[in-house]
Each structure stands twice: as C-alpha cells, then as structure tokens.
C-alpha cells in the first residue's frame, strides 16, 4: 500500500498554504507500517501521556490513528512537520481538509444549534465532521508522539473537536453498542491533551 500526502499535484510535488513545495515522490513509496506510530518510538513524553493501548491502536476508529482520516492524515503530518517545524498545524489541518474536499465548518464550535445546518445541509454532514475532528485528534497526537508538545493554538482546537464529539447528538451516531466505549475513550484524549503544556 503506497499513501498520498495532501495537496499532491501531478509533478509529485505538496501544495502549502504558503506556496512551498514539496516533493511527494517519498512519501507515495514507503510502506504503511512506517507510518504507524508505536510506543516504542514514541517521544518520551508521548510515552507518558499515552500510556494505553487504545492510543496505539491502528483500528480502534477513536484512537488517534485508528481510523482512515486519522491515520491518513497523521502520514501526511509526520513528512509535512520536518520542513514546516515553526508553522501552525492548522496549516497542515486546512491543506488536508482541502486536499479531501470536505466541505468545511467553524472548527471552534461546540454549539450543536450552530453545527445543526451544517449536519443537516449535506447527506454526510456527521461523516465529514467526524472526519475532520479525527484529523485534527491525529495531528495533536501525531505532533505529541514526534515531538513532545502541542502546538498551543492547535492544542486548544483539538480540545474543541473532542468537546465537538462528546456531544450527545453526535455521540448517538455511533449506535448503542459502541458510543459509550467512544465517550469513555474521547474523555481520555482530552484528559492527555489537559495535560500539555
């Protein structure tokens, strides 16, 4: 299996924000496998912090990297942060939800009244949501397990997408069985994301 980075262009290069490009051609031939992050190359902090499995699942759908958007979006973070180490992760957030064309929503809110037109004016409204709060989960964590912080900014949206997520009306997409399981884990992300400084 070969992953894609967001924003790649027929020249195998990665549009940013900024107009930087990046060649891509790496990137499209590594393995998953270098991609999957464990805790055994996890910065020491990381370590700490996450210390469960669940965090290092590649298939629990609310680890950080356990479900397609996260995983995918945490490949294209790990090769997009070495040349980009004093941007914003939202940088990389907004090329990524670009690159997927996901129709877009006001990732500070919570207010279920606002986020109500957007779920109901598209068919995968909740789909997209979810989407985009699990790769903004996949990119606080990615940068936590590569680097041992959170970006400030970004730290504080990403407890705004697991507050977005612990939402009864969003919890109940997930079905009897599982929202409960998601809930319990979604209050362990944001109790590690309390956490960093």
Not at 70 to 91: I, L, Q, S, V
Request: proline share 5%.
């Amino acid at each position: 299996m070969t992953l894609t980075a967001c924003g790649q262009t027929k020249d195998n290069t990665q549009q940013t924000s900024n107009n930087l490009s990046v060649d891509t051609t790496q990137t499209q031939t590594k393995n998953m496998s270098d991609y999957l992050p464990t805790i055994e190359k996890a910065n020491p902090v990381a370590k700490r912090l996450m210390n469960e499995e669940f965090y290092w699942s590649p298939i629990e759908e609310t680890a950080p990297f356990g479900n397609d958007d996260g995983a995918d979006t945490y490949a294209g973070f790990k090769d997009w942060r070495p040349t980009h180490k004093t941007d914003n992760p939202k940088e990389f957030l907004l090329n990524q939800i670009n690159y997927w064309g996901y129709p877009t929503f006001d990732i500070n809110e919570t207010d279920i009244e606002k986020l109500k037109p957007y779920l109901r004016q598209r068919e995968l409204g909740s789909r997209y949501m979810s989407g985009i709060d699990a790769a903004i989960v996949a990119i606080a964590f990615g940068q936590l397990y590569l680097e041992g912080t959170i970006n400030k900014d970004f730290n504080e949206i990403a407890k705004t997408a697991i507050k977005r997520e612990l939402l009864p009306e969003l919890l109940v997409l997930w079905g009897d069985t599982y929202k409960v399981e998601r809930e319990t884990q979604l209050k362990k992300l944001l109790a590690v994301l309390n956490q960093v400084d």
